[in-house]
């Protein structure tokens, strides 16, 4: 099993004292002769002669914590041999059966354990009441190995780490006393993300064993063949897809980044040390641009020293006097500075927000980190929605997350976009009320949602896009509450054209957003929708509802007028940028039943480009942005036609809008309008 440790030994060397050692401690041989003491001394060379970092990780530990924590590791290092270098694979599902056999005596105090790993481990079980499933579940893991040598998805290899990584986190957690449901899901984040991060590190050798930790279908997404993965050096394709790799995996340190200040004592630097230790590796792998073919990316000696210097400085207090390390409030998260936070909040924008980021563009460094931050928890709203942990109730989810923001507000920040958020309320003057309403929103989809007239639907837009543009008209400087109104059709306008874009999709999710009333009076059904069916009434419905949206687009514009010079600007470029998807939807409205269509980054970044005019306080020459003409978007047309370019269905400049990382857009299709705009 590929494991989140960063230093492996090679074959010959796992080979010389794990051959010796079955065939001493194997199964049907003499039950081991030793006590306690001998059982743990085993333990101790063990885990220092065959894992060069631990002995240094365990500097930090003192007492019987260090006896439990060897124990933890002997468990894993020979469960993981007896899956990995054992031969004979029928062999090896027998060992680990035999050795999962074992968990069952940890929590009988009356049992013999006949194994030197199972007699120190079942002193650490009994004295700290260990639960038994975290090593069931690695067992899972090991055996899973054994079917599993190349993952279809993202989401199937996350949920392989459930069981590889994460019960290692949790089992460490619990030795220390340190272990609560909120610790426990930011530890699974940083071991599943070390372990990722260790599988991007590890192609080459993967490969060479027959395994392929790559998603299958993420390696489609990317044009990236088998034949690539046997080379000496990554393909481009390669390299893109193992970048885009390591931005989801920074993303996952990220939120497990709250666990570093939450923790006291001995467990923190450890802590600290692992999650910055797997930053430094995707670090590594950036610096060689995403080939780790040629040369497997390492911390090295000095990184690993720079490492320990920073954890030293933490615990002393002198951190503070570090350039880059200072916080701006004494009561923000010490694990996550503003600048961080910042910079983590624009990470996701950049990456996620595409018919959204080049409009931020616009903006002045102060608005554009706070349309960053709104962006962003947006974004982590929706995927609380769409995207939540097996087990957990997303409803009860979304409540925390409503009690997270309430509290990140009056200085008590939790995860890493709190700071930059929190910020971004203070300085702009966002009302709270607003982000509590479109975290309402979030909730309405996990019901089956149908409305009878268009007002209702309206009802569900402007809880999750047109609060959205309230809080814009905050953050742009518009006090002027005339503003409202055109706000609000802004909301209507871009989230309709979401619907519009997404009609197929979200049926196949279960979820319809346009009227019923408008169904029926096109003659159209849901099953239709749902099987693809293009009939002259489903365009009919379609032209209906485009024509509503040029509406919608026809009040938005009056908003202009009341903005100031950068946020008209971005209001141009962003509302010019989904009029236009909307017209290029127009041209053939029933290509929605095929395919989730979008603008070419090149048509975005110049209708972006052509809104400076509005940024330096010049209105520009009618027809290049303009609210469109009664006809509806005739002039966006115009003013897209010859120098950014319409693009029309097959053009090079059109393109599907790529999935996310588990096969789908991240975060649904109609909540929110920038998750789903996104």
Known sequence: MKRQYPDQVGFS????????????????????????????????????NHYENFSVLTFWVRGAARHHMRAVYAFSRW??????????????????????????????????????VFVALK???????????????????????????????????????????????RLVLRIFGAANPRRDQWSDAICSALQLANFWQDIGRDRKIGRIYLPADLRRQFGVTEADLDQTRASENLKALVLHLCRYTRDLFHQGAPLLSDLEGPLAPQVKLFHDGGIAILDAIEKQGGDTLSSRPTVGKVGKLKLMGKTL???????????????????????????ASHAWCRNVAKTKAGNFYPAFGLLPTGQHRAMCALYAFLRVTDDIADEPEPGQDPLASLEA????????????????????????????????????EAIAGVAMDLHPLRFETIREAEGYCHKVASVVGLCCLAIWGCRNRRAYPSAIATGYALQWTNILRDLREDAGRGRLYLPLEDLRRFGVTEDEISRGEKTQKFRQLM?????RARDYYRQAWRLRRHLPPAGAAMFTALVGIYQGLLEHLAL??????????????????????????????????????????????????GMMGSSVGLVKPGALGARKSHPSLSGMPRGGTGTGTFPAGG
């Open 123 to 169: 002193a650490t079980a009994l004295e700290l009441g260990l639960p038994l499933e975290p090593f069931h579940h690695l067992i899972d893991a090991f055996e899973r190995d054994k079917e599993v040598l190349d993952h279809p998805s993202l989401e199937e290899l996350f949920d392989y780490c459930k069981g590889s990584a994460n019960p290692v986190g």
């Open 13 to 48: 060397r796992v080979d010389n004292w794990f051959q010796r050692d079955l065939a001493r401690y194997g199964p049907g041989t003499q039950p081991f002769a030793g006590g306690l003491v001998q059982a743990r001394a085993y333990c101790q060379n063990l885990a220092q």
């Open 313 to 339: 400085l933490a615990l002393s207090g002198w951190s503070r006097l570090w350039p880059g390390n200072a916080t701006n409030s004494p009561r923000e998260n010490p694990a996550v500075s503003l600048g």
């Open 543 to 547: 032209e209906f509802e485009i024509r």
């Open 401 to 436: 997350w409503k009690l997270a923001l309430k509290r990140a507000l009056v200085g008590e920040p939790s995860h890493p976009l709190h700071p930059a958020l929190a910020w971004s309320v203070r300085t702009f003057g966002i009302d709270p009320a607003h982000l509590e």
């Open 588 to 637: 053939l409205p029933d290509r929605v039943l095929d395919e989730r269509v979008s603008l070419s980054k090149k048509t975005k970044a110049l209708i972006a480009l052509s809104a400076w005019p509005w940024r330096l306080n010049q209105v520009p020459r009618p027809g290049r942005i303009s609210p469109g003409s009664r006809l509806g978007g005739g002039t966006l047309r």
């Open 79 to 116: 469960a993981d041999n007896l899956a990995d270098e054992v031969a004979d694979p029928a062999e090896s599902r027998r060992l680990l059966v035999w050795w999962r056999e074992q968990i069952s005596q940890l929590n009988r105090p009356e049992s013999r354990p006949s194994h030197p």
